[in-house]
């Protein structure tokens, strides 16, 4: 498959005017809406001017809550806010629950917006797909909010990874979850199939699967045997009166056959006896990572990192300390509003993220079907 990404870097920049800010909509005003608005607020060249939500209120108690004054919200949808020109909106921030990811960016880039897409990407490829023709069509930027790999912990495996040090990778094995972290403290658009679509694997395994795949360069899926289960957020032993509500995953499992001959060990989970299903293995044919899980998993690592290798004949391993990461919300918004006053390239590019997209695609397709499954990511 060629580059994805390529016909972002055939079209001419499109830069936008320095001397002026960059005016910004947030269309859904729930829970993950509140890091994306005062990370905008910390960013002197940008002001928010509107907010959208499908709960009639809510927006305008949203910008209240953190004092952001003169933003327009009476609207009862994100298509009559991107409908709005004398709003003169130069992006969105996408933060509605996952089934509404894909339709939102449409709009939002068939109407010549930038978009900054909360993960998952989508629900489905298919999904997927069209919203990266959507982004072919408009020339636009689209950033996926997979703050994590601007962590310098994630940073530092990438660079390992592309040193060469551990030679031709051929097995990774990764994962995490929470031992108890069904997240129904922010609501229950997380934890029902009409509103979210997945589960763990779209909450936190995303970002899982993003730690590996962007240290190795994001290779074509080829196929996966998928699994998922619901014991925990279905049993109220668990999860008290939401298990009614239950209709997503709560851990899920693949066993994933990447370009170049890579298998993926992947599992994921929300709710389990454990407190992790096993630290991240990166194996290669001359060196290996051990990638240590955190307890909750919060898109870094859980402690020093370990390099394993050989050296003048004897098997040697170095330790990796913990670095000091910066504040990711402020990267993930200002190399989105870098990439529209520049032009691009896209921080966190749909290129790569579809690839992501399709692996949770193919493990709910395998899960269902009770076999192995092939993958194909059309060109665009």
Known sequence: MADLNAFMHNQEKKTVDASRKL????????????????????????????????????????????????VKTDYANDEELIADKS???????????NRQHAPCAIHALDAGLNVLLEKPFT?????????????????KVISIGFQPRLDANMQKIKEIVQSGVLGDIYYIQTGGGRRRGIPTPFGTTFIEDETAGLGALGDIGCYSLDMVLNAIGYPKPLTVTGYVSDFFGKNPKYNGEDAKRFSVDDFGAAFVRLEGDIILDFRISWAMHPNTPGDTLILGKEGALRIPSTDCWNGSVGGPMTLYYQCAGQSVQTTLPIMESKDL????????????REGGPSPVPSSQIIKNQAIIDGI?????????VEIHIPEI
């Open 23 to 70: 005016r910004i909509g947030i269309i859904g005003t729930g829970w993950i809406a509140g890091a994306h608005i005062e990370s905008y607020k910390r960013q002197p060249d940008v002001e928010v001017v509107a907010g959208a939500d499908l709960i009639p209120g809510k927006a305008a108690a949203f910008f209240a809550k953190y004092g952001v004054e003169g």
């Open 364 to 372: 709910m397709r395998s899960a269902k079907l009770g076999r192995e």
């Open 123 to 139: 629900v489905t490829l298919d999904e997927a797909v069209e919203v990266m023709r959507a982004e072919k069509r408009s020339g």
């Open 87 to 97: 709003l003169n909106l130069d992006a969105v921030s996408i933060c509605t629950y």
């Open 329 to 340: 919300w402020k990267s993930k918004i200002g190399s989105f509003i870098k990439a529209i």
